[in-house]
T-cell receptor, first 117, second 111 residues
Framework: EPEVTQTPSHQVTQMGQEVILRCVPI?????FYWYRQILGQKVEFLVS????????KSEIFDDQFSVERPDGSNFTLKIRSTKLEDSAMYFC???????????????FGPGTRLTVL | KQEVTQIPAALSVPEGENLVLNCSFT??????LQWFRQDPGKGLTSLLL?????REQTSGRLNASLDKSSGRSTLYIAASQPGDSATYLC??????????FGTGTRLTVIP
């Protein structure tokens, strides 16, 4: 069964460093998302991406964050200069276009645990 | 802003019992509602999706209902098993095409 994959599973970085988190969405999906979950807290939306551009972004997704679909399969989240409070589990998700006006199921990857020291 | 609340925060039941998890949301203008399962330190596994036009969905021992007018959804688990132990999250899809998550219910099924 197709699934969303994410690499790396764990990333440890120093404060101020740049990190790139990678995701391979399910192949026939057209909508892509990043969410994060700080330890012990809710899963929070960061950004959605469709047709090679950002559709929506939350207040969390400030100028330090960027997303890119560099080729036909990968979807990346870059944090330009990491802060201690960026430590969290980052989840990528994707969904297909149902073509009916209804919104389909979002499928999540296993996550990347980011630790900023 | 959409707020999603899940009650109870934690639940412990003996194996074989039927149980109900509750989810309530403040903005009834949701497009659909998804229930997820999360094992410790792991990703989110989608269990059920209910479109706003539907009242319930079933998958195996799971049944989810949605009442948009009252802003509530329930997840019913029949004949619980130890393997069902996990955190269960509900999430509503808003018009902005993103999911708003609840804080989850941590379920423990005791053998």
């Amino acid at each position: 069964e197709p699934e969303v994959t994410q690499t790396p599973s764990h990333q440890v970085t120093q404060m101020g460093q740049e990190v790139i988190l990678r995701c391979v969405p399910i192949s026939n999906h057209l909508y892509f998302y990043w969410y994060r979950q700080i330890l012990g807290q809710k899963v929070e939306f960061l950004v959605s991406f469709y047709n090679n551009e950002i559709s929506e972004k939350s207040e969390i997704f400030d100028d330090q964050f960027s997303v890119e679909r560099p080729d036909g399969s990968n979807f990346t989240l870059k944090i330009r200069s990491t802060k201690l409070e960026d430590s969290a589990m980052y989840f990528c998700a994707s969904r297909r276009d149902l073509g009916t006006g209804a919104f389909g199921e979002q499928f999540f990857g296993p996550g990347t645990r980011l630790t900023v020291l | 802003k959409q707020e999603v609340t899940q009650i109870p925060a934690a639940l412990s039941v003996p194996e074989g019992e039927n149980l109900v998890l509750n989810c309530s949301f403040t903005d009834s203008a949701i497009y659909n509602l998804q229930w997820f399962r999360q094992d410790p330190g792991k990703g989110l596994t989608s269990l059920l999706l209910i479109q706003s036009s539907q009242r319930e969905q079933t998958s195996g021992r799971l049944n989810a209902s949605l009442d948009k007018s009252s802003g509530r959804s329930t997840l019913y688990i029949a004949a619980s098993q130890p393997g069902d132990s996990a955190t269960y999250l509900c999430a509503g899809l808003t018009g902005a095409n993103n999911l708003f998550f609840g804080t989850g219910t941590r379920l423990t099924v005791i053998p």
